[in-house]
Every structure is written in C-alpha cells, then in structure tokens.
C-alpha cells in the first residue's frame, strides 16, 4: 500500500509541473499577444492606460503575476517530491530548489507591488492573481 501512495504522490508532483507549465505557456503566449498589440496605431485603451509605458507595464506585470502562479505550483511539486524523497541527498537538492523558487517568488512579488504603486492598475484589470 506504501508503494500506491507513494506512486500516486509521484503522479500528482508531475501533474502540478505540467500545470505549472501549461500556466507558463498560457501567460507567455498572452503577454507575446499583448505586446504585440501595443504597437498597432490607435489601440483602444491606449491612452486610457496611461500611455505607452504604462501599457508595456500592465504587460509586464500581468506576465509576472502568472509566473508567480506557476511557481507556487512548482513549490508545490517539490513538496509532494519532497514527502516521498527516499535519500538525504534527494530531499537537500529539493530543499534547496524549493528555496530558490521560493525566493524567485518573494522577489517577483516585491517587484510587481513596487511596479503597482508607480503604476496604479486599470480598473478594468484590477482582479490581483497572487
């Protein structure tokens, strides 16, 4: 019964990174859209925004809000690895990954709070992922 579980923990810990990849994805392929429509002439909403830089930011920081989504998902994979991790060795190399993730995180969120006080955020896109 100890191997099932450990077997089912596996298969969730993998089914966490592919939706941490899929949400990866998913945010690259909109940011790539949205930056691209920043330099069509006369966007509706343009100018409402704020401007050019103000539109290139809420891009930026709509991408860096869904990587923090996806790296909560990886952090979560390596937790589910790190309950059946056999060896010291696999459970220090997954620490340390979960540590580094979630500094990569802290940080990203102190940037996308730093970059929202500078730039309040459009009302129509005031729904905070976190």
Do not use: C
């Not at 859209?33 to 830089?53: C, D, I, K, M, Y």
């Not at 309950?83 to 580094?100: D, K, R």
């Amino acid at each position: 019964m100890e191997e099932v579980i450990k077997a089912f923990t596996l298969w969730l810990a993998v089914g966490t990174e592919a939706a941490a990849a899929l949400i990866i994805g998913l945010a690259t392929i909109e940011a790539v859209v949205s930056a691209l429509l920043l330099f069509l002439p006369g966007r509706p909403g343009h100018a409402h925004s704020g401007g050019p830089q103000a539109a290139k930011e809420q891009v930026r920081l709509r991408l860096g809000r869904w990587l923090a989504v996806a790296l909560e998902f990886e952090l979560g994979a390596d937790i589910l690895r790190t309950a059946v991790a056999p060896t010291w060795s696999e459970i220090g190399q997954l620490a340390a990954i979960a540590a580094i993730r979630t500094l990569l995180n802290y940080f990203l969120q102190q940037e996308i709070d730093k970059a929202e006080g500078r730039h309040p955020a459009d009302p129509a896109a005031s729904t905070k992922i976190q």
